[in-house]
């Protein structure tokens, strides 16, 4: 396999994992909380690497992130409960707080290993190429195309399986308790699934771009539709083309492939914005100047003005 198409692989991956979840984040209004989330897991990727003795294998950094994760979100929840602050001050003071320790700790005590904050933060996907996945004594590929993969059928699968539970709840979460569907449990399901996926793409592609493809091109699919289904077509579509179109952008122009396809991504939901059917600034603005029109063509026979 080239190396360009590892590269645009492992992007498109990252497109397709993050999509069935962030649809479901932009229609809950938790994208504060996804960004919160990619920063504050930070603890939980030490804490598999101490209790593991100082191995970067992926599973036990997926299970530390998704417990941080999980943690994140309870802290939040119980501090917003208690009526003293608003959700999102709740958020700023949870994700700071963890996020800060993580980054105490590994420049205490990992300095001299592969847990740089530049690679939690940013990433480089361009060098995803160069890092195998070994099973045993066998090269089988390039991780992440292997991770991002897996990440991506796990999240897929919990939205085809759990689609109707999901879907009550997310805009009715009382209907969905009574209907017996436990709108709590898929809450903190979801919350997980969005700590393993930020913690699957880090080394790839950074916190920063998962964060874009975790709210983007849902937000950018939301102003195109209100049907949940097209919703996460058109959610996957979009991460998929700015995957394409800002890799191209970025060989032709020899710059960042993760700052040109964030770029794209930013163009496509300005452009959705501009043209949407659903209060698109220039769509509306038709619509406008079409009812001025209609509502003057009786007074223009009339000869008024």
């Given at each position: 396999?080239?190396?360009?198409?590892?590269?645009?692989?492992?992007?498109?991956?990252?497109?397709?994992?993050?999509?069935?979840?962030?649809?479901?984040?932009?229609?809950?209004?938790?994208?504060?909380?996804a960004?919160?989330?990619?920063h504050a897991?930070?603890?939980?990727?030490?804490?598999?690497?101490?209790?593991?003795?100082?191995?970067?294998?992926?599973?036990?950094?997926?299970?530390?992130?998704?417990f941080?994760?999980?943690?994140?979100?309870t802290?939040?929840?119980?501090?917003?409960?208690?009526?003293?602050?608003?959700?999102?001050?709740?958020?700023?003071?949870?994700?700071?707080?963890?996020f800060?320790?993580?980054?105490?700790a590994?420049?205490?005590?990992?300095?001299?290993?592969?847990l740089?904050?530049?690679a939690?933060?940013?990433?480089?996907?361009?060098?995803?190429?160069?890092?195998d996945?070994?099973?045993?004594?066998?090269?089988?590929?390039?991780?992440?195309?292997?991770?991002?993969?897996?990440?991506?059928?796990?999240?897929?699968?919990?939205?085809?399986?759990?689609?109707?539970?999901?879907?009550?709840?997310t805009?009715?979460?009382?209907?969905?308790?009574?209907?017996?569907f436990?709108?709590?449990?898929?809450?903190?399901?979801?919350?997980?699934?969005?700590?393993?996926?930020?913690?699957g793409?880090?080394?790839?592609?950074?916190?920063?771009?998962?964060?874009?493809?975790?709210?983007?091109?849902?937000?950018?699919?939301?102003?195109?539709?209100?049907?949940?289904?097209?919703?996460?077509l058109l959610?996957?579509?979009?991460?998929?083309?700015?995957c394409?179109?800002?890799?191209?952008?970025a060989i032709f122009?020899?710059?960042?492939?993760s700052?040109?396809?964030a770029?794209?991504?930013?163009?496509?939901?300005?452009?959705?914005?501009?043209?949407?059917?659903?209060?698109?600034v220039?769509?509306t603005l038709?619509?406008?100047?079409?009812?001025?029109?209609?509502?003057?063509?009786?007074?223009?026979?009339?000869?008024?003005?």
């Amino acid at each position: 396999m080239s190396v360009d198409a590892i590269i645009l692989g492992t992007a498109i991956l990252v497109a397709l994992a993050t999509a069935p979840l962030g649809v479901f984040l932009v229609l809950r209004r938790l994208g504060l909380m996804a960004d919160a989330i990619s920063h504050a897991v930070l603890p939980g990727i030490v804490l598999a690497f101490w209790l593991t003795g100082g191995s970067y294998s992926t599973l036990p950094n997926l299970l530390g992130a998704a417990f941080v994760g999980l943690l994140t979100v309870t802290l939040v929840e119980l501090l917003a409960k208690t009526g003293r602050v608003r959700g999102d001050t709740a958020i700023g003071l949870v994700f700071p707080a963890l996020f800060s320790f993580g980054v105490l700790a590994v420049s205490l005590y990992y300095q001299n290993v592969h847990l740089d904050l530049d690679a939690v933060l940013y990433g480089e996907i361009a060098y995803t190429p160069f890092n195998d996945f070994i099973v045993g004594d066998r090269n089988v590929g390039p991780a992440s195309l292997w991770i991002l993969g897996a990440l991506a059928l796990v999240n897929f699968a919990f939205v085809g399986l759990l689609y109707k539970e999901l879907k009550v709840s997310t805009f009715d979460a009382s209907l969905a308790a009574s209907l017996g569907f436990a709108p709590a449990l898929l809450h903190y399901l979801l919350m997980a699934l969005v700590s393993m996926t930020t913690v699957g793409a880090f080394e790839a592609v950074g916190a920063i771009l998962v964060i874009a493809f975790l709210i983007v091109p849902a937000a950018t699919a939301y102003l195109l539709t209100r049907r949940l289904s097209r919703m996460l077509l058109l959610t996957v579509l979009v991460g998929a083309v700015a995957c394409v179109v800002g890799y191209a952008a970025a060989i032709f122009v020899d710059a960042s492939i993760s700052g040109a396809i964030a770029t794209v991504l930013g163009l496509q939901f300005a452009l959705a914005a501009l043209l949407s059917p659903h209060g698109g600034v220039l769509t509306t603005l038709v619509r406008r100047r079409a009812g001025w029109q209609a509502k003057s063509r009786p007074e223009k026979r009339a000869g008024l003005h």
